[in-house]
């Protein structure tokens, strides 16, 4: 038998994190409830216990998403997972797929889009902006989609993406309609049925104050119809959804173990969502971003969207001139165990960005952040 080795038997101490309020783009601190849910002991994942949980996050899910999508289901994996789960399942190799690009999540689309064959056209518009109806019609009649993808609540930019008369459009062009919430879903208004979305996915950690570890889809029937007739299999077994809708569906084949104690945590975080009721929450969004953005303005900072497309649940606040917006960061959670995020792309270096989301989303967050953010720009 060979030596065991001590090389990589390091002496490690108790598990003590420090007390973050998490105000960035995400993860969200999740709230105490889901925390507990969580530690929950064990069942199988054919339990008839957790069969029963199933259904129970599927309704929650369909509620919190305003769908009647059977296949409605968290994703095993983040946010991106389901992102990727969304594409694979929509894109077939050689589909023409149009996506809005205006900020760091529509830039990842086009990338898995590209990955799984799709001949992609960029809908370009400036970091901070949506696209508006004339330039998705415009570039519909060029490109002729299959599948057009938008990003409605854009975490590097702050910028939600209207969708009222999109799904129109879309019928003109036999087109998909593939939306991403990953931070509107229990954040931000949205109704994935009265807006004709025929897929969309979502993540655990932002509006929805739940640790991350789950990503929550929907998808349509003109989806499934697409799904049926596909000459090859999409080309991700793990994410593939005519397998996996078979374990979430009626017939409860094995396809992969679902993470069960994060189930318990995202059902948690949903009957939160039910309990408070969603106009409700959305409001409540909408009441903290607006207290938050009058406060900036007595400070001296102002916002980098303009206010109607501006979402409550992220905020891109512009860096003054002469001020390093990583060192203010920085200070923030040294200082304070605050943590907020800066720029990405055409952003990095001009604006921090602040979520508001789910259980974070209190006048009293925003109180202790303004106050730690003027305390920092004096120095
Ligand atoms: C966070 C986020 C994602 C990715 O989710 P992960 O959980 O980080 O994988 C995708 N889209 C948007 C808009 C996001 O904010």
Not at 90 to 119: K, T
Not at 123 to 139: A, K, N, Q, Y
Not at 163 to 183: K, N, P
Not at 214 to 237: D, F, H
Request: neutral net charge; proline residues 6%.
């Amino acid at each position: 038998m060979p030596h065991v080795k001590d090389t990589h038997r390091i002496e490690t101490r108790d598990l003590d994190m420090p007390p973050r309020l998490l105000l960035g783009p995400g993860p969200s601190n999740a709230h105490p409830r889901v925390l507990r849910a969580l530690s929950n002991r064990q069942v199988g994942h054919l339990d008839p216990r957790f069969i029963e949980l199933m259904n129970e996050v599927q309704s929650l899910l369909r509620y919190a998403w305003q769908t009647d999508n059977p296949v409605t289901i968290p994703v095993s994996g983040t946010g991106s997972a389901a992102m990727e789960a969304a594409v694979a399942n929509c894109v077939e190799p050689g589909d023409s797929m149009l996506i809005g690009v205006n900020g760091y999540f529509g830039e990842r689309m086009v990338d898995m889009a590209g990955r799984y064959g799709a001949v992609v056209t960029r809908m370009e518009t400036p970091w901070g902006t949506s696209v508006d109806l004339d330039t998705i019609r415009r570039h519909m009649e060029a490109c002729r989609p299959r599948v057009l993808g938008l990003v409605h609540a854009e975490t590097s930019t702050g910028a939600r993406q209207p969708l009222e008369g999109v799904r129109a459009l879309c019928d003109e062009f036999d087109c998909l309609l593939l939306l991403d919430t990953v931070t509107s879903l229990g954040g931000v208004e949205l109704f994935i049925d009265d807006w004709g979305v025929d897929a969309a996915y979502s993540g655990t950690q932002k509006c929805l104050s739940c640790p991350p570890g789950l990503g929550p889809l929907t998808l349509g029937p003109r989806v499934l119809e697409r799904l049926e007739k596909r000459s090859k299999p999409v080309p991700n077994w793990y994410l593939d959804m005519s397998l996996v809708g078979k374990y979430w569906g009626s017939s409860r084949t094995y396809h992969h173990t679902a993470p069960i104690n994060m189930n318990y945590g995202l059902r948690e975080a949903l009957r939160l969502v039910a309990e408070e009721g969603l106009e409700e929450r959305w409001k409540r969004h909408r009441n903290t971003a607006e207290r938050f953005w009058a406060g900036l303005a007595d400070i001296g900072l102002s916002c980098h969207v303009r206010q109607d497309i501006r979402l409550s649940s992220l905020t891109t606040v512009r860096v003054p001139d002469g001020v390093d917006s990583g060192a203010v960061a920085r200070t923030l959670l040294n200082e304070y165990n605050i943590e907020i995020a800066g720029g990405l792309g055409q952003l990095a270096g001009k604006v921090w960005r602040v979520g508001l989301m789910g259980f974070n989303s209190r006048a009293e967050n925003v109180t202790l952040l303004l106050a730690a953010m003027e305390d920092v720009l004096k120095r």
